[in-house]
Protein backbone atom coordinates (compact mmCIF):
# COMPACT_ATOMS: atom_id res chain seq x y z
CA UNK A 1 0.00 0.00 0.00
CA UNK A 2 1.44 3.55 -0.98
CA UNK A 3 0.03 7.24 -0.02
CA UNK A 4 1.30 9.74 -1.65
CA UNK A 5 0.55 13.10 -0.03
CA UNK A 6 0.83 16.52 -2.18
CA UNK A 7 -0.76 20.24 -2.10
CA UNK A 8 1.34 21.60 0.53
CA UNK A 9 2.95 24.95 0.14
CA UNK A 10 3.16 28.07 1.99
CA UNK A 11 0.66 30.73 2.25
CA UNK A 12 -0.83 33.99 3.61
CA UNK A 13 -2.99 33.47 6.95
CA UNK A 14 -6.44 33.77 5.45
CA UNK A 15 -5.31 31.89 2.13
CA UNK A 16 -6.73 28.57 1.26
CA UNK A 17 -5.01 25.08 0.25
CA UNK A 18 -5.89 21.82 -0.75
CA UNK A 19 -4.39 18.40 0.38
CA UNK A 20 -4.40 15.59 -1.79
CA UNK A 21 -3.60 12.17 -1.15
CA UNK A 22 -3.84 9.23 -3.44
CA UNK A 23 -3.57 5.61 -2.49
CA UNK A 24 -2.21 2.98 -4.43
CA UNK A 25 -2.05 -1.32 -4.05
CA UNK A 26 -5.27 -1.46 -2.42
CA UNK A 27 -9.02 -1.56 -2.46
CA UNK A 28 -10.24 1.96 -1.36
CA UNK A 29 -13.96 1.62 -0.38
CA UNK A 30 -13.28 0.22 2.78
CA UNK A 31 -10.33 2.31 3.61
CA UNK A 32 -10.80 5.18 6.49
CA UNK A 33 -8.32 7.69 6.04
CA UNK A 34 -7.35 10.53 8.00
CA UNK A 35 -5.36 13.71 7.79
CA UNK A 36 -3.22 14.34 10.93
CA UNK A 37 -0.12 17.38 11.36
CA UNK A 38 3.20 17.27 13.24
CA UNK A 39 5.24 20.59 14.09
CA UNK A 40 8.84 19.61 14.58
CA UNK A 41 9.30 18.78 18.42
CA UNK A 42 6.17 18.27 19.11
CA UNK A 43 3.73 15.11 18.94
CA UNK A 44 1.73 14.62 16.16
CA UNK A 45 -1.90 16.04 16.18
CA UNK A 46 -5.23 14.74 14.81
CA UNK A 47 -6.84 17.28 11.71
CA UNK A 48 -10.00 15.18 9.98
CA UNK A 49 -11.22 12.24 9.22
CA UNK A 50 -13.73 9.89 6.82
CA UNK A 51 -14.99 6.82 6.44
CA UNK A 52 -15.03 4.94 3.73
CA UNK A 53 -18.35 5.47 2.25
CA UNK A 54 -17.59 9.19 2.77
CA UNK A 55 -20.56 9.38 5.20
CA UNK A 56 -18.76 10.36 8.45
CA UNK A 57 -16.56 12.79 8.99
CA UNK A 58 -14.88 14.10 12.02
CA UNK A 59 -12.98 17.02 12.80
CA UNK A 60 -10.44 18.38 15.49
CA UNK A 61 -12.10 20.87 16.81
CA UNK A 62 -8.92 23.35 15.97
CA UNK A 63 -10.15 23.18 12.31
CA UNK A 64 -14.62 22.81 12.49
CA UNK A 65 -15.92 25.00 9.79
CA UNK A 66 -12.26 25.98 8.35
CA UNK A 67 -11.26 22.61 7.12
CA UNK A 68 -13.61 19.44 5.03
CA UNK A 69 -12.34 16.16 4.85
CA UNK A 70 -13.51 14.39 1.47
CA UNK A 71 -12.72 11.45 -0.74
CA UNK A 72 -13.41 10.71 -4.48
CA UNK A 73 -13.56 6.60 -4.18
CA UNK A 74 -13.30 6.41 -8.25
CA UNK A 75 -10.06 8.33 -8.30
CA UNK A 76 -8.57 6.67 -5.06
CA UNK A 77 -7.74 9.87 -3.47
CA UNK A 78 -8.60 11.80 -0.16
CA UNK A 79 -8.77 15.74 0.00
CA UNK A 80 -8.30 18.08 2.94
CA UNK A 81 -9.66 21.44 1.76
CA UNK A 82 -7.98 24.08 4.08
CA UNK A 83 -9.61 27.53 4.13
CA UNK A 84 -8.90 30.88 6.28
CA UNK A 85 -5.56 29.03 6.72
CA UNK A 86 -3.97 30.35 10.08
CA UNK A 87 -0.01 30.99 11.69
CA UNK A 88 -1.08 28.02 13.80
CA UNK A 89 -1.92 25.96 11.02
CA UNK A 90 1.72 25.45 9.86
CA UNK A 91 3.01 21.86 10.00
CA UNK A 92 4.02 18.68 7.94
CA UNK A 93 0.65 17.13 7.26
CA UNK A 94 0.20 13.24 6.47
CA UNK A 95 -2.67 11.32 5.30
CA UNK A 96 -3.12 7.67 6.94
CA UNK A 97 -5.18 5.16 6.13
CA UNK A 98 -6.90 1.78 7.91
CA UNK A 99 -9.37 -0.68 6.66
CA UNK A 100 -12.40 0.20 8.54
CA UNK A 101 -15.79 1.09 8.49
CA UNK A 102 -16.08 3.97 10.98
CA UNK A 103 -14.26 7.29 11.68
CA UNK A 104 -10.48 6.92 13.17
CA UNK A 105 -9.20 9.44 15.41
CA UNK A 106 -6.24 7.78 17.04
CA UNK A 107 -3.41 7.71 15.22
CA UNK A 108 -2.08 4.70 16.83
CA UNK A 109 -5.11 2.67 14.71
CA UNK A 110 -3.56 3.42 11.25
CA UNK A 111 -1.76 0.86 9.74
CA UNK A 112 -0.46 2.83 6.43
CA UNK A 113 0.97 6.72 6.08
CA UNK A 114 2.18 8.86 3.66
CA UNK A 115 5.16 10.36 3.64
CA UNK A 116 3.83 14.12 4.55
CA UNK A 117 3.46 17.40 3.01
CA UNK A 118 4.60 21.05 4.27
CA UNK A 119 2.14 23.60 4.79
CA UNK A 120 3.53 27.45 5.82
CA UNK A 121 1.39 29.82 7.05
CA UNK A 122 2.56 33.65 7.46
CA UNK A 123 0.81 36.43 9.52
Known amino acids: VQLQASGGGRVQAGDSLRLSCEVS????????MGWFRQVPGKEREFVAA????????YYDDSVKGRFTISRDNAKNRVYLQMNNLRPEDTAVYYC?????????????????WGQGTQVTVSS
Open 96 to 112: AGVQTKIVIVNGDLYDD
Open 25 to 32: GRSFSDYG
Open 50 to 57: ISGSGTST
